[in-house]
């Protein structure tokens, strides 16, 4: 029995002496490496921490590595179970970039309804209006993502950011630093497609009729087709054509000039500039430019340059009264065989005349408000004399009544100016005519400045004017 063991033990003494070593493996992607200790066999080398920082080095494991992770391992003997020992640090998303649209891309036709519950169907909001340099979006760069490492100490790089996807539109304009994107003329924001675009011109293919609703506008406003009973067409910063009629109780009004291409019937049009009309029938019509026409018939006008007719031999002036400042060219006729008083007012002493008559009475109407804040004034000051102060009120009272007389000074101050230049104005003698390349009718009522003069026969291609003596002629061209 004592060979046999003695056998065993001399067996056992020739099997080799092997030291504990680590096998280390890396995760998929580099985003892990892990570590298993294999133990040592007949009093082979238990693992130390070097042991371990040696097998990481080996595999090329160089970053995220977990200290006290290996140094649990070493202290707990911990053989063959594999363990997490290096983490890689994942690269951090950044942001696209945004746009964020102050409109709605699509305005819808709504009736508008005012505090009274009152609903207007010809007021559908469907025109933007938008002045330069008004924001129509805001726009967030892209933010670039932070890196990460893996395992072996290699950058991971993060998916690039987009920017935010839009359109520059006509009319638009991209600030410099690109977070802004801004109306860069005057004119009718619309999405058109793929961006926001401003356009001059408010071009409508169509009847300004419930379909459109009303018209308003910053700019030029072209219309194709017909402007209905009672719908308005109004440019606040530009100037107006219409292809088309213009009817009933309709209003075409532009600070700058107004183009009518077909019939206007009982209409109101205005202009700041100049209107060029083909016919015009029972229309309130005012120019402070030129007005150019064919025929007005029964219109009241008035025109604060020369009113110029043109075309039809039958047209012309035939009824209704027509005020203008600086001359008047009839190409064709004043009046008709039908005899329609036709009233023509030349000049603008008339108006001048009615203008210093209200300067006249505002100036008295100031005088006595001007007598009365003097007496309140002069009754407060005598009190706060007498009682050293005032009530609040009444000294609140005092100091607007005293700035109310000075600004009521300064306006008869004004008024008296302009009363002075009036009449200077009138004074003078204005070279004013009125020629008619056809027939003048009877019942045509002529007024140059502050001559009046009333045909009773026909008249046939002439000039009327009148002379310093304030008579009038009439001669033949």
Known sequence: MNNENEAVQAAQNTEPVVDCYAIVRIEEKSVSATIEVVPPKNGGKEMTIELLHTALEEAGVRYGINEKTLEGIVSAKIYGKEMVVAKYKPATAGHDGTITYKFDKFVAAVPIEDEDGYVDYRELGQIRSITAGTVIAVITLPVDGEPGRDVFDREITPNPPKKAAFTVGVGTVLSVDGLTLSAAIDGHLVYDKTAFVVKRVLDIKA????????????????????VGEGFKVVSTGGNITIQGGVFSGALIKATGSITLKQVANHCNIEAGGNITANFCEYCNIRAEGDITASTLILCEVYCGGTLTTKGSKTGGLVGGRYTVLTGINIGNNIGSPNYPTTVISL???????????????????????????????????????????LLPEREELLGESVRKRIKRQRDIKTARDRVAEIEEILTSHQNLKLDVLGTIYPKTQININTVHFEVTGEWHRVSVYVDEEDEIHYNPI
């Open 347 to 389: 000049g603008d002493n008339s108006i001048l005349d009615a203008e210093r008559g209200k300067l006249i009475s505002v100036i008295l109407r100031y005088e006595n408000e001007i007598t009365d804040l003097t007496m309140v004034i002069d009754y407060l000051n005598a009190k706060k004399k007498e009682e050293r102060n």
């Open 207 to 226: 009847d300004i009729d419930f379909n459109t609703g009303n018209i308003e506008f910053l700019s030029d406003i072209n219309i194709r087709g017909n």
